[in-house]
Protein backbone atom coordinates (compact mmCIF):
# COMPACT_ATOMS: atom_id res chain seq x y z
CA UNK A 1 0.00 0.00 0.00
CA UNK A 2 2.75 2.10 -0.07
CA UNK A 3 2.98 3.27 -3.35
CA UNK A 4 -0.75 4.87 -3.37
CA UNK A 5 -0.14 8.40 -4.27
CA UNK A 6 -2.26 11.25 -2.63
CA UNK A 7 -4.29 11.56 -6.35
CA UNK A 8 -5.02 7.29 -5.85
CA UNK A 9 -6.26 8.35 -2.51
CA UNK A 10 -8.52 11.03 -3.59
CA UNK A 11 -9.90 8.29 -6.42
CA UNK A 12 -10.46 5.73 -3.69
CA UNK A 13 -12.69 8.48 -1.91
CA UNK A 14 -14.60 9.40 -4.60
CA UNK A 15 -15.34 5.92 -5.37
CA UNK A 16 -16.52 4.98 -1.86
CA UNK A 17 -18.69 8.18 -1.82
CA UNK A 18 -20.09 6.90 -5.29
CA UNK A 19 -20.68 3.65 -3.52
CA UNK A 20 -22.48 5.11 -0.55
CA UNK A 21 -24.77 7.12 -3.08
CA UNK A 22 -24.85 4.12 -5.05
CA UNK A 23 -26.73 2.37 -1.90
CA UNK A 24 -29.29 4.93 -1.09
CA UNK A 25 -30.08 5.34 -4.71
CA UNK A 26 -30.75 1.30 -4.86
CA UNK A 27 -32.24 0.79 -1.29
CA UNK A 28 -35.60 1.30 -3.06
CA UNK A 29 -35.14 -1.65 -5.63
CA UNK A 30 -35.66 -4.29 -2.58
CA UNK A 31 -37.39 -2.10 -0.40
CA UNK A 32 -39.79 0.08 -1.89
CA UNK A 33 -42.57 -2.16 -2.62
CA UNK A 34 -41.75 -4.26 0.51
CA UNK A 35 -42.66 -1.45 2.85
CA UNK A 36 -45.37 0.06 0.88
CA UNK A 37 -47.29 -3.28 1.51
CA UNK A 38 -46.09 -3.50 5.13
CA UNK A 39 -44.37 -6.69 5.09
CA UNK A 40 -41.48 -4.77 6.65
CA UNK A 41 -41.19 -1.91 8.85
CA UNK A 42 -39.15 0.92 6.88
CA UNK A 43 -36.72 0.67 9.62
CA UNK A 44 -36.12 -2.94 9.50
CA UNK A 45 -36.32 -2.81 6.01
CA UNK A 46 -33.52 -0.83 5.33
CA UNK A 47 -31.50 -2.52 7.99
CA UNK A 48 -32.03 -6.14 6.19
CA UNK A 49 -31.23 -4.55 2.87
CA UNK A 50 -28.28 -3.11 4.34
CA UNK A 51 -26.60 -6.78 5.94
CA UNK A 52 -27.51 -8.15 2.74
CA UNK A 53 -25.95 -5.97 0.60
CA UNK A 54 -22.87 -6.25 2.88
CA UNK A 55 -22.68 -10.02 2.89
CA UNK A 56 -23.73 -10.31 -0.80
CA UNK A 57 -20.14 -8.03 -1.30
CA UNK A 58 -18.16 -10.71 0.09
CA UNK A 59 -19.80 -13.05 -1.79
CA UNK A 60 -17.81 -13.21 -4.98
CA UNK A 61 -15.37 -11.04 -6.95
CA UNK A 62 -16.44 -12.20 -10.50
CA UNK A 63 -17.85 -8.45 -11.45
CA UNK A 64 -15.02 -6.50 -10.34
CA UNK A 65 -12.67 -8.38 -12.78
CA UNK A 66 -14.58 -7.88 -15.55
CA UNK A 67 -15.73 -3.77 -14.84
CA UNK A 68 -12.39 -2.71 -16.63
CA UNK A 69 -12.08 -5.50 -19.57
CA UNK A 70 -15.00 -3.72 -20.68
CA UNK A 71 -16.92 -0.47 -22.02
CA UNK A 72 -13.32 1.50 -21.77
CA UNK A 73 -10.34 -0.06 -23.37
CA UNK A 74 -7.75 0.31 -20.18
CA UNK A 75 -4.96 -0.19 -22.64
CA UNK A 76 -5.33 3.34 -24.53
CA UNK A 77 -3.88 5.40 -21.04
CA UNK A 78 -6.54 5.71 -18.80
CA UNK A 79 -5.13 7.56 -16.14
CA UNK A 80 -6.71 7.92 -12.29
CA UNK A 81 -7.54 11.73 -13.21
CA UNK A 82 -10.38 10.44 -15.59
CA UNK A 83 -11.75 7.47 -13.50
CA UNK A 84 -12.04 10.51 -10.63
CA UNK A 85 -13.72 12.30 -13.30
CA UNK A 86 -16.03 10.05 -14.28
CA UNK A 87 -16.86 9.27 -10.47
CA UNK A 88 -17.99 12.81 -10.04
CA UNK A 89 -19.99 12.60 -13.15
CA UNK A 90 -21.70 9.53 -12.07
CA UNK A 91 -21.96 11.12 -8.10
CA UNK A 92 -23.73 14.24 -9.08
CA UNK A 93 -26.31 12.78 -11.32
CA UNK A 94 -27.20 10.16 -8.66
CA UNK A 95 -27.87 12.72 -6.11
CA UNK A 96 -29.37 15.03 -9.13
CA UNK A 97 -32.15 11.98 -9.70
CA UNK A 98 -32.14 11.30 -5.68
CA UNK A 99 -33.41 14.88 -5.28
CA UNK A 100 -36.25 14.75 -7.94
CA UNK A 101 -36.60 11.06 -6.16
CA UNK A 102 -36.37 9.64 -9.53
CA UNK A 103 -35.09 6.33 -9.41
CA UNK A 104 -32.26 5.73 -12.50
CA UNK A 105 -29.43 3.05 -12.89
CA UNK A 106 -26.25 3.63 -10.84
CA UNK A 107 -24.25 1.64 -13.22
CA UNK A 108 -25.52 3.51 -16.40
CA UNK A 109 -24.45 6.88 -14.39
CA UNK A 110 -20.97 4.99 -13.29
CA UNK A 111 -20.68 4.16 -16.84
CA UNK A 112 -21.84 7.53 -18.57
CA UNK A 113 -18.94 9.24 -16.44
CA UNK A 114 -16.24 7.19 -17.08
CA UNK A 115 -17.04 7.23 -20.48
CA UNK A 116 -17.47 10.86 -20.69
CA UNK A 117 -14.36 11.20 -18.82
CA UNK A 118 -12.51 9.04 -21.39
CA UNK A 119 -13.78 10.64 -24.49
CA UNK A 120 -12.66 13.89 -23.33
CA UNK A 121 -9.65 12.77 -22.10
CA UNK A 122 -8.22 10.33 -24.28
CA UNK A 123 -10.78 10.53 -27.25
CA UNK A 124 -13.50 8.63 -28.54
CA UNK A 125 -11.64 5.75 -30.05
CA UNK A 126 -10.86 4.33 -26.50
CA UNK A 127 -14.69 3.90 -25.90
CA UNK A 128 -16.36 0.83 -27.74
CA UNK A 129 -19.48 1.93 -28.84
CA UNK A 130 -20.86 -1.80 -29.56
CA UNK A 131 -20.26 -2.15 -25.99
CA UNK A 132 -22.28 0.74 -25.09
CA UNK A 133 -25.19 -0.31 -27.01
CA UNK A 134 -24.96 -3.96 -25.63
CA UNK A 135 -24.92 -3.45 -22.06
CA UNK A 136 -26.40 -0.25 -21.74
CA UNK A 137 -29.01 0.88 -24.32
CA UNK A 138 -30.57 -2.48 -25.50
CA UNK A 139 -30.85 -3.51 -21.78
CA UNK A 140 -32.35 -0.17 -21.19
CA UNK A 141 -34.95 -0.53 -23.42
CA UNK A 142 -35.44 -4.54 -22.21
CA UNK A 143 -35.14 -4.65 -18.97
CA UNK A 144 -38.33 -2.91 -17.97
CA UNK A 145 -40.70 -4.87 -20.88
CA UNK A 146 -39.22 -8.07 -19.29
CA UNK A 147 -39.96 -7.60 -15.90
CA UNK A 148 -43.19 -5.69 -16.59
CA UNK A 149 -44.65 -8.33 -18.51
CA UNK A 150 -43.56 -11.00 -15.73
CA UNK A 151 -44.92 -9.25 -12.62
CA UNK A 152 -48.37 -8.71 -14.67
CA UNK A 153 -48.82 -12.05 -15.68
CA UNK A 154 -48.05 -12.90 -12.32
CA UNK A 155 -50.11 -10.91 -10.75
CA UNK A 156 -53.50 -11.59 -13.35
CA UNK A 157 -52.54 -15.33 -12.35
CA UNK A 158 -52.13 -14.58 -8.68
CA UNK A 159 -55.30 -13.07 -8.40
CA UNK A 160 -57.11 -14.88 -10.38
CA UNK A 161 -55.80 -18.18 -8.26
CA UNK A 162 -56.80 -16.20 -4.66
CA UNK A 163 -59.87 -14.86 -5.67
CA UNK A 164 -62.68 -15.96 -3.17
CA UNK A 165 -60.29 -16.30 -0.36
CA UNK A 166 -60.18 -13.83 2.84
CA UNK A 167 -57.46 -10.90 1.51
CA UNK A 168 -56.56 -10.66 5.08
CA UNK A 169 -55.44 -14.06 5.70
CA UNK A 170 -53.68 -14.64 2.06
CA UNK A 171 -51.77 -10.44 2.80
CA UNK A 172 -49.83 -12.30 5.75
CA UNK A 173 -48.48 -15.47 3.06
CA UNK A 174 -47.70 -12.60 0.51
CA UNK A 175 -45.92 -10.53 2.60
CA UNK A 176 -43.83 -13.51 3.73
CA UNK A 177 -43.14 -13.96 0.38
CA UNK A 178 -42.50 -10.94 -0.37
CA UNK A 179 -39.54 -10.28 2.11
CA UNK A 180 -37.90 -14.05 0.95
CA UNK A 181 -37.75 -12.26 -2.70
CA UNK A 182 -36.86 -8.60 -1.42
CA UNK A 183 -33.78 -10.00 0.31
CA UNK A 184 -32.55 -12.27 -2.35
CA UNK A 185 -32.70 -8.49 -4.89
CA UNK A 186 -30.78 -6.90 -1.86
CA UNK A 187 -28.05 -9.81 -1.69
CA UNK A 188 -28.16 -9.98 -5.65
CA UNK A 189 -27.39 -5.92 -5.70
CA UNK A 190 -24.76 -6.44 -2.94
CA UNK A 191 -22.42 -8.80 -5.28
CA UNK A 192 -23.61 -6.60 -8.79
CA UNK A 193 -22.97 -3.35 -7.73
CA UNK A 194 -20.03 -3.21 -4.61
CA UNK A 195 -17.93 -5.14 -7.15
CA UNK A 196 -18.42 -2.38 -9.24
CA UNK A 197 -16.99 -0.17 -6.84
CA UNK A 198 -14.52 -2.64 -6.07
CA UNK A 199 -13.49 -3.09 -9.99
CA UNK A 200 -13.06 0.92 -10.10
CA UNK A 201 -11.09 1.22 -7.01
CA UNK A 202 -8.82 -2.37 -8.34
CA UNK A 203 -8.77 -0.20 -11.83
CA UNK A 204 -7.53 3.11 -10.36
CA UNK A 205 -5.05 0.61 -8.26
CA UNK A 206 -3.76 -0.87 -11.77
CA UNK A 207 -3.23 2.72 -13.26
CA UNK A 208 -1.17 4.09 -10.87
CA UNK A 209 0.70 0.78 -11.05
CA UNK A 210 0.38 -0.10 -7.02
CA UNK A 211 -1.39 -3.78 -8.40
CA UNK A 212 -0.76 -6.18 -11.22
CA UNK A 213 -3.09 -5.92 -13.85
CA UNK A 214 -6.21 -8.57 -14.25
CA UNK A 215 -5.36 -9.38 -9.86
CA UNK A 216 -8.28 -9.45 -7.41
CA UNK A 217 -9.63 -6.60 -5.53
CA UNK A 218 -7.79 -6.73 -2.45
CA UNK A 219 -9.02 -7.35 1.22
CA UNK A 220 -9.37 -4.26 2.15
CA UNK A 221 -11.05 -2.68 -0.84
CA UNK A 222 -13.65 -5.38 -0.57
CA UNK A 223 -14.15 -4.66 2.81
CA UNK A 224 -14.73 -0.34 2.71
CA UNK A 225 -16.82 -1.11 -0.56
CA UNK A 226 -19.10 -3.68 0.68
CA UNK A 227 -19.24 -1.20 3.98
CA UNK A 228 -20.13 2.11 2.34
CA UNK A 229 -22.73 0.23 -0.36
CA UNK A 230 -24.62 -1.08 3.48
CA UNK A 231 -23.88 2.31 5.08
CA UNK A 232 -26.05 3.87 1.89
CA UNK A 233 -28.37 1.41 2.00
CA UNK A 234 -28.89 1.83 5.45
CA UNK A 235 -29.81 5.20 5.66
CA UNK A 236 -32.19 4.54 3.29
CA UNK A 237 -32.79 7.03 -0.17
CA UNK A 238 -36.53 7.94 1.36
CA UNK A 239 -37.29 10.01 -1.42
CA UNK A 240 -37.22 7.07 -4.12
CA UNK A 241 -38.80 4.60 -1.71
CA UNK A 242 -41.63 6.39 -1.86
CA UNK A 243 -41.46 6.98 -5.58
CA UNK A 244 -41.14 3.55 -6.19
CA UNK A 245 -43.41 2.30 -3.32
CA UNK A 246 -46.56 4.67 -3.88
CA UNK A 247 -46.19 7.19 -6.55
CA UNK A 248 -45.63 4.34 -9.96
CA UNK A 249 -48.82 2.74 -8.72
CA UNK A 250 -50.70 1.51 -5.66
CA UNK A 251 -49.39 -1.77 -4.65
CA UNK A 252 -51.13 -4.39 -2.55
CA UNK A 253 -49.69 -7.25 -1.11
CA UNK A 254 -50.22 -9.68 -3.80
CA UNK A 255 -48.94 -7.34 -5.84
CA UNK A 256 -45.99 -5.86 -4.35
CA UNK A 257 -45.08 -9.76 -4.17
CA UNK A 258 -45.27 -10.50 -7.98
CA UNK A 259 -43.59 -7.77 -8.27
CA UNK A 260 -40.39 -8.53 -6.14
CA UNK A 261 -40.24 -12.58 -6.90
CA UNK A 262 -40.29 -10.84 -10.98
CA UNK A 263 -37.62 -8.41 -10.14
CA UNK A 264 -35.42 -10.91 -8.36
CA UNK A 265 -35.92 -13.37 -11.38
CA UNK A 266 -35.03 -11.22 -14.08
CA UNK A 267 -32.11 -9.90 -12.18
CA UNK A 268 -30.95 -13.22 -11.54
CA UNK A 269 -31.74 -15.37 -14.42
CA UNK A 270 -30.22 -12.09 -16.44
CA UNK A 271 -27.15 -11.87 -15.11
CA UNK A 272 -26.66 -15.92 -15.02
CA UNK A 273 -26.96 -16.01 -18.98
CA UNK A 274 -24.46 -13.29 -19.09
CA UNK A 275 -27.28 -9.92 -20.19
CA UNK A 276 -26.75 -8.21 -17.24
CA UNK A 277 -29.60 -5.79 -16.76
CA UNK A 278 -29.93 -2.60 -14.61
CA UNK A 279 -31.75 -3.74 -10.89
CA UNK A 280 -33.11 -0.63 -11.04
CA UNK A 281 -34.90 -0.25 -14.47
CA UNK A 282 -35.62 -4.01 -13.41
CA UNK A 283 -37.41 -3.27 -10.22
CA UNK A 284 -39.49 -0.32 -11.72
CA UNK A 285 -40.63 -2.35 -14.99
CA UNK A 286 -42.00 -4.99 -12.18
CA UNK A 287 -44.30 -2.40 -10.06
CA UNK A 288 -45.42 -0.98 -13.32
CA UNK A 289 -46.15 -4.13 -14.59
CA UNK A 290 -47.80 -5.23 -11.15
CA UNK A 291 -50.09 -2.26 -11.25
CA UNK A 292 -51.00 -3.08 -14.90
CA UNK A 293 -52.43 -6.36 -13.92
CA UNK A 294 -54.35 -6.02 -11.14
CA UNK A 295 -58.05 -5.27 -12.50
CA UNK A 296 -58.25 -1.46 -11.26
CA UNK A 297 -54.88 -0.83 -10.68
CA UNK A 298 -53.56 2.35 -12.22
CA UNK A 299 -50.45 3.08 -13.42
CA UNK A 300 -49.53 7.34 -13.06
CA UNK A 301 -47.83 7.55 -16.67
CA UNK A 302 -46.50 10.77 -15.73
CA UNK A 303 -44.42 9.88 -12.94
CA UNK A 304 -43.49 6.47 -15.20
CA UNK A 305 -42.66 9.14 -18.07
CA UNK A 306 -40.30 11.29 -16.10
CA UNK A 307 -38.89 7.95 -14.87
CA UNK A 308 -38.11 6.97 -18.42
CA UNK A 309 -36.46 10.70 -18.98
CA UNK A 310 -34.14 10.16 -16.33
CA UNK A 311 -33.18 6.90 -17.51
CA UNK A 312 -32.21 8.39 -21.06
CA UNK A 313 -30.54 11.09 -19.45
CA UNK A 314 -28.35 9.47 -17.42
CA UNK A 315 -25.92 8.37 -19.62
CA UNK A 316 -25.16 11.53 -21.82
CA UNK A 317 -25.77 13.49 -18.40
CA UNK A 318 -23.42 11.68 -16.35
CA UNK A 319 -20.89 11.90 -18.94
CA UNK A 320 -21.29 15.41 -19.72
CA UNK A 321 -20.50 15.92 -16.34
CA UNK A 322 -17.22 14.11 -15.71
CA UNK A 323 -16.04 15.04 -19.28
CA UNK A 324 -15.93 19.01 -17.85
CA UNK A 325 -14.27 17.58 -14.72
CA UNK A 326 -11.90 15.58 -17.09
CA UNK A 327 -11.36 19.01 -18.78
CA UNK A 328 -10.17 20.70 -15.59
CA UNK A 329 -8.53 17.76 -14.02
CA UNK A 330 -6.27 17.08 -16.93
CA UNK A 331 -5.01 20.56 -16.06
CA UNK A 332 -3.22 19.24 -13.32
CA UNK A 333 -3.31 19.50 -9.35
CA UNK A 334 -5.01 22.92 -9.21
CA UNK A 335 -7.44 21.09 -11.68
CA UNK A 336 -8.25 18.01 -9.71
CA UNK A 337 -8.13 20.27 -6.75
CA UNK A 338 -11.45 22.55 -8.72
CA UNK A 339 -12.75 19.49 -9.31
CA UNK A 340 -12.88 18.25 -6.05
CA UNK A 341 -13.62 21.32 -4.15
CA UNK A 342 -17.09 21.66 -7.07
CA UNK A 343 -18.07 18.23 -6.62
CA UNK A 344 -18.10 19.07 -2.70
CA UNK A 345 -19.73 22.27 -3.78
CA UNK A 346 -22.13 20.64 -5.44
CA UNK A 347 -22.86 17.72 -3.28
CA UNK A 348 -23.32 19.92 -0.70
CA UNK A 349 -26.23 22.82 -2.53
CA UNK A 350 -28.00 19.02 -3.30
CA UNK A 351 -27.99 18.17 0.07
CA UNK A 352 -29.35 21.54 1.70
CA UNK A 353 -31.90 21.62 -1.06
CA UNK A 354 -33.07 18.37 0.26
CA UNK A 355 -33.54 19.54 3.70
CA UNK A 356 -35.94 22.43 2.30
CA UNK A 357 -38.76 19.10 1.75
CA UNK A 358 -37.10 16.69 3.54
CA UNK A 359 -38.77 12.97 3.12
CA UNK A 360 -37.63 10.74 5.86
CA UNK A 361 -39.64 7.24 7.09
CA UNK A 362 -41.97 8.98 8.91
CA UNK A 363 -43.33 10.97 6.16
CA UNK A 364 -43.67 8.37 3.24
CA UNK A 365 -47.34 8.31 3.57
CA UNK A 366 -47.46 11.95 2.91
CA UNK A 367 -47.51 12.41 -1.05
CA UNK A 368 -47.20 16.10 -1.31
CA UNK A 369 -47.45 17.15 -4.58
CA UNK A 370 -50.38 14.47 -5.30
CA UNK A 371 -49.25 13.67 -8.85
CA UNK A 372 -51.90 15.64 -11.13
CA UNK A 373 -53.68 12.71 -13.41
CA UNK A 374 -51.40 13.47 -16.97
CA UNK A 375 -52.34 13.11 -20.58
CA UNK A 376 -51.60 9.35 -20.52
CA UNK A 377 -53.37 7.99 -17.58
CA UNK A 378 -56.45 9.72 -18.22
CA UNK A 379 -56.55 8.87 -21.53
CA UNK A 380 -55.85 5.41 -20.16
CA UNK A 381 -58.42 6.20 -18.08
CA UNK A 382 -61.01 7.18 -19.97
CA UNK A 383 -60.00 4.09 -22.90
CA UNK A 384 -60.33 1.67 -19.81
CA UNK A 385 -62.10 2.60 -17.05
CA UNK A 386 -60.52 0.70 -14.01
CA UNK A 387 -63.02 -2.59 -14.56
CA UNK A 388 -65.48 -3.71 -11.09
CA UNK A 389 -66.11 -7.13 -12.33
CA UNK A 390 -64.53 -10.07 -14.27
CA UNK A 391 -67.05 -9.07 -16.92
CA UNK A 392 -65.27 -6.28 -17.70
CA UNK A 393 -61.39 -7.78 -18.50
CA UNK A 394 -61.16 -7.87 -22.06
CA UNK A 395 -60.58 -3.68 -22.26
CA UNK A 396 -57.75 -3.80 -19.50
CA UNK A 397 -56.26 -7.15 -21.80
CA UNK A 398 -56.41 -4.84 -24.78
CA UNK A 399 -55.00 -1.53 -23.33
CA UNK A 400 -51.96 -3.40 -21.76
CA UNK A 401 -49.93 -4.49 -24.42
CA UNK A 402 -49.72 -0.64 -25.82
CA UNK A 403 -49.40 0.65 -22.26
CA UNK A 404 -46.69 -1.82 -21.41
CA UNK A 405 -44.59 -0.11 -24.65
CA UNK A 406 -45.31 3.01 -23.44
CA UNK A 407 -42.13 3.70 -21.38
CA UNK A 408 -39.76 2.07 -23.86
CA UNK A 409 -41.32 3.80 -26.96
CA UNK A 410 -40.29 6.67 -24.82
CA UNK A 411 -37.03 5.42 -23.39
CA UNK A 412 -36.12 4.67 -27.34
CA UNK B 1 -22.76 -4.58 -34.42
CA UNK B 2 -23.46 -7.91 -32.46
CA UNK B 3 -26.31 -8.08 -30.62
CA UNK B 4 -27.19 -11.13 -28.28
CA UNK B 5 -30.39 -11.53 -29.17
CA UNK B 6 -30.42 -15.45 -28.07
CA UNK B 7 -29.04 -13.86 -24.62
CA UNK B 8 -32.46 -11.46 -24.40
CA UNK B 9 -34.05 -14.28 -25.82
CA UNK B 10 -33.14 -16.50 -23.39
CA UNK B 11 -33.68 -13.75 -20.16
CA UNK B 12 -37.06 -12.80 -21.41
CA UNK B 13 -38.29 -16.64 -21.65
CA UNK B 14 -36.60 -17.98 -18.19
CA UNK B 15 -38.17 -14.67 -16.38
CA UNK B 16 -41.53 -15.08 -17.54
CA UNK B 17 -41.64 -19.13 -16.96
CA UNK B 18 -39.96 -19.20 -14.18
CA UNK B 19 -42.08 -15.74 -12.10
CA UNK B 20 -45.15 -16.58 -13.34
CA UNK B 21 -44.46 -20.12 -12.49
CA UNK B 22 -43.58 -19.47 -8.97
CA UNK B 23 -45.66 -16.57 -7.86
CA UNK B 24 -48.28 -19.42 -9.17
CA UNK B 25 -47.15 -21.95 -6.72
CA UNK B 26 -46.77 -19.41 -4.26
CA UNK B 27 -50.51 -18.25 -4.32
CA UNK B 28 -51.34 -22.06 -4.33
CA UNK B 29 -50.11 -22.99 -1.42
CA UNK B 30 -51.42 -19.75 0.39
CA UNK B 31 -54.74 -20.82 -1.12
CA UNK B 32 -54.50 -24.19 0.26
CA UNK B 33 -53.32 -23.22 4.03
CA UNK B 34 -55.94 -20.36 4.21
CA UNK B 35 -59.52 -20.78 5.01
CA UNK B 36 -62.78 -19.86 2.10
CA UNK B 37 -63.76 -16.54 3.35
CA UNK B 38 -67.48 -17.86 1.98
CA UNK B 39 -67.75 -20.91 4.05
CA UNK B 40 -64.94 -20.63 6.71
CA UNK B 41 -64.05 -23.90 6.62
CA UNK B 42 -60.83 -24.62 7.67
CA UNK B 43 -58.67 -26.15 4.92
CA UNK B 44 -58.42 -30.18 4.72
CA UNK B 45 -55.49 -31.87 5.34
CA UNK B 46 -54.46 -33.04 1.85
CA UNK B 47 -55.11 -29.22 0.97
CA UNK B 48 -52.38 -28.37 3.83
CA UNK B 49 -50.17 -30.98 2.60
CA UNK B 50 -50.44 -29.67 -0.92
CA UNK B 51 -49.65 -26.33 0.29
CA UNK B 52 -46.67 -27.16 2.19
CA UNK B 53 -45.35 -29.15 -0.32
CA UNK B 54 -45.96 -25.89 -3.03
CA UNK B 55 -44.46 -23.73 -0.30
CA UNK B 56 -41.05 -26.21 -0.21
CA UNK B 57 -40.91 -25.88 -3.65
CA UNK B 58 -40.38 -22.06 -3.36
CA UNK B 59 -38.04 -22.66 -0.74
CA UNK B 60 -35.73 -24.57 -2.95
CA UNK B 61 -36.50 -21.67 -5.34
CA UNK B 62 -35.19 -19.33 -3.18
CA UNK B 63 -32.10 -21.36 -2.12
CA UNK B 64 -31.03 -22.34 -6.00
CA UNK B 65 -31.10 -17.85 -6.17
CA UNK B 66 -28.84 -17.99 -3.54
CA UNK B 67 -26.60 -20.41 -5.32
CA UNK B 68 -27.04 -18.49 -8.34
CA UNK B 69 -25.77 -15.51 -6.56
CA UNK B 70 -22.83 -17.06 -4.68
CA UNK B 71 -21.59 -19.12 -8.21
Known amino acids: ?412 | MQIDWAALGQVFGVSLVVTVGLVGVFTLGIVGTSSASAAGTQPGSLARTGAYACFALCAAAVGYGIYLIVA
Not at chain 1, 108 to 130: K, M, P, Q, Y
Not at chain 1, 177 to 204: C, R, W, Y
Not at chain 1, 389 to 397: L, N, R, S, T
Open chain 1, 1 to 412: MEHITLLIGIVIVTALVFDFTNGFHDTANAMATTISTGALKPKVAVAMSAVLNLVGAFLSVEVAKTISGGIIDESAGIRPEVIFAGLIGAIVWNLLTWLAGLPSSSSHALFGGLIGATIVSVGFNAVNADKVVMKVLIPAVAAPLVAGLAAMVATRLTYRLAKGRDEKETAKGYRAGQIASAALVSLAHGTNDAQKTMGVITLALVTGGVVAPHSDPPLWVIVSAGLAIALGTYLGGWRIIRTLGKGLTDIQPPQGFAAQTGAATVILASSHIGFALSTTQVCSGSIMGSGLGRKGGVVRWSTAGRMAIAWCLTLPAAGLVAGGAAFLADQGDWGVTTVAVLGLLVSGAIYAASRRKPVTHDSLDEVPDAEPAGVVTAALQAVAPPPAGPVAAAPVVAVTPEAGRTPAAAAS
